[in-house]
């Protein structure tokens, strides 16, 4: 599903994008796609609880997490391909 997200949000800056060819933009984008769900899941919530919300350090918080997943997304990539290669 967020491979499909990113290819429609990255075809709009790259003609004819495809996922297959692009790989670590695309991880990267999904990372950061994770970011900011997580970071407007997180501003909805303080809202609806009525807590106190520091916009700066959730962004960054938010960035971290997604920077993280990604990284994690393209280590299983990379793993993954390396098995099949075998």
Same mark, same amino acid.
Not at 13 to 42: D, M, Q, W, Y
Not at 47 to 74: K, P
């Given at each position: 599903?967020?491979?499909? %997200? !990113?290819?429609? $949000?990255?075809? *709009?800056? @790259? +003609? =004819?994008?495809? +996922?297959?060819?692009?790989?670590? @933009? =695309?991880? $990267?984008?999904?990372?950061? %796609?994770? +970011?900011?769900?997580?970071?407007? @899941? +997180?501003?909805? #919530? #303080?809202?609806?609880?009525?807590? /106190?919300?520091?916009?700066?350090?959730?962004? $960054?918080?938010?960035? !971290?997490?997604?920077?993280? *997943?990604?990284?994690?997304?393209?280590?299983?990539? $990379?793993?993954? =391909?390396?098995? /099949?290669?075998?």
């Amino acid at each position: 599903m967020l491979t499909m %997200l !990113v290819e429609v $949000i990255m075809g *709009v800056f @790259i +003609a =004819n994008f495809k +996922a297959s060819e692009h790989p670590i @933009i =695309n991880i $990267i984008v999904r990372g950061l %796609l994770v +970011a900011v769900i997580g970071f407007f @899941i +997180a501003l909805f #919530s #303080s809202i609806v609880e009525g807590w /106190d919300f520091s916009i700066g350090f959730a962004l $960054i918080f938010s960035l !971290v997490i997604g920077m993280l *997943v990604s990284v994690f997304l393209l280590v299983v990539e $990379i793993f993954f =391909n390396y098995i /099949d290669k075998k």
